[in-house]
């Protein structure tokens, strides 16, 4: 088996759930290669007429956490490289087979593809992103300097679901974990992927990326976080702040603890700014006792502005990668209509007729028209970069404006 995609689930939506696993099942991997893995963390739904649709392996557990589902998913994985999707997220259809050549390819124990975020009205991409923009070939402290380079800025350093990772790698990571205090910790949320990616990183010899598709983060109305009440910001500011503690006496690197300690600030200005613009004043004494700052500052511009360069993906995605799967799933030659100067579409036939023999052929009579990217002009304007930044200006960070310019983007 050469990898594992690992979905951890707890009282998710059944149509997020869904399309999740129909993402992943819909792919170019070869039901050969892989094996879907769904770790239930004591849910109370049941999900039983989804789990015959898509036959996961399928384990249920007790409610201990994310992080401890991922760990005993990864116990339990068979694949030589292991994949993390988050139950509400979902996948373009050519995201992990790529990943995985890659890996075979250069002997990498992390591989980082593209991410994009999914809101109910469209996606986007940001352009700004270090591991969209660049091209990357790292090895050993080159690594985890990077992890900490954006200091808390860039998601796509600090998350796993846009990632694949030698299951090796992961084995070690956690039997460095379980010495910490945050396994103990039960259950230990908000900063899962934080304390694991540092351990990950810390102990990776090879690290490249690729630009084959996207991972759909699902912004949405029913996400399991919210920072809004007083318990929920506590819990995250706990979390947190228990993460920067266990980073801070491992690392023995000054150039990453320094990128630590900034990254710890920035937290510090986001709850305060969340604390805030909630009425929470009470809260600002424990903030600064936890992330040992001296005084709180408001979150600054500058804490967002890697998310402004956004590359619309189009208001017609799914359609695009519905008929791009199809005709991967084509048998014998086929007429393929695209439009050239759609990056993404282009890219996907491209892999297509070189990795997975896709066979073109303009006379053929079996026909597959991929329609064009289509962005409303409502969409063209929101994402402008002026926009965004007086936006940043004008609604606080934790405010009910901001959280609503961030779903209906």
Partial sequence: MKLSVIVCLYNTKKEYLDKCLRSIRESTLKNDEYELLVIDDGSSESYDEIIKKYNPVYVKTPNRGLLSARLYGIMIAKGEYIAFCDS?????????????????????????????????????ACGDDPTIKNDLYLEND?????????????????????????????????????????????PFTFSEDVISNYFAFKNAKKLVNIHTGYYFYHIHDEQSVSTNSKASLIKEIDSMSLTFDTILADV?????????LKWRSLMARKHYSYAKAQGHEELFDYIKEKYNQEKLELAYVKDSTLYIGNILLGDNFNDIDRELYRAYKAEGSINVIYNKKDAYTSKAIDYLVENEGLKINSSSTKLIVVPKRKIKAKHKLVHNKLVYLIGLRLFKKGSKSRAFLKSKM
Avoid: C
Wanted: charged share 30%; glycine share 4%.
């Fill in 252 to 260: 023995s690197n000054d150039t990453v603890k320094d990128s630590i």
């Fill in 142 to 186: 080159e690594i985890l300097n990077l992890f900490a380079s954006g200091e808390g800025r860039a998601h796509s350093l600090f998350v796993q679901w846009n990632k694949l990772f030698k299951k090796s790698l992961l084995l070690k990571a956690k039997k460095e974990l379980e010495k910490t205090d945050v396994v103990s910790n039960k």
């Fill in 88 to 124: 509400d997220d979902s996948v373009s259809f050519n995201y992990y087979k790529p990943m995985l050549i890659k890996a075979e390819k250069t002997g990498a124990d992390i591989v980082i593809n593209d991410w994009a975020f999914d809101t109910s009205s469209t996606k986007y």
